[in-house]
């Protein structure tokens, strides 16, 4: 799934060659910070949420590199490609979600975050969409509830409303 998505993000990667991978800075899971091949030194962690930054059981952290990602090559990300962050992998676009009792999570749309040069051609590429949104139905069964909710909040923010385009798929 991941390749396949990577594959259909590329034409507008290309496009304005990794920009977002040029300011390095991205959102991780613990668990998939742990799998990066890095001296965690070199990270500065811009922003920490999860357990209110009061446990060193933090759960999700704003990572920025103050620049060009350290693992932007040539031909575009180095990291194996099943290391990759979640965030890396579908950015710009990201699932709106409902939250059920329990752990059920559900997709209800899709948002684009303008940041993107190519924010407004992605958000109007349907096949892309319904792939980034089979991609995160999969990957959010292996994520818990409370952490998706510390990663994209309980309520929408007025700065993130600003800087999205909401699409209903």
Known sequence: MRKELLKKFSKHCKECNGLCCKQAEFT??????????IDKKL???RKNWGNKGKSKDIKIERISMGGKCNFLGNNGCILKINIRP???ISYPVFPVIKYGRDEKKEIYGMMVHKSCPFSKKISKDKNLLKSVRRYWEIELKKIKKKDIRDW?????????DKNIIKIKI
């Open 86 to 88: 979640l965030d890396c």
């Open 43 to 45: 990270l500065k962690i």
């Open 152 to 160: 994209f909040g309980d309520k929408r923010n007025y700065w993130l």
């Open 28 to 37: 991780v899971f613990d668990w998939e910070l742990r799998n990066i091949p």
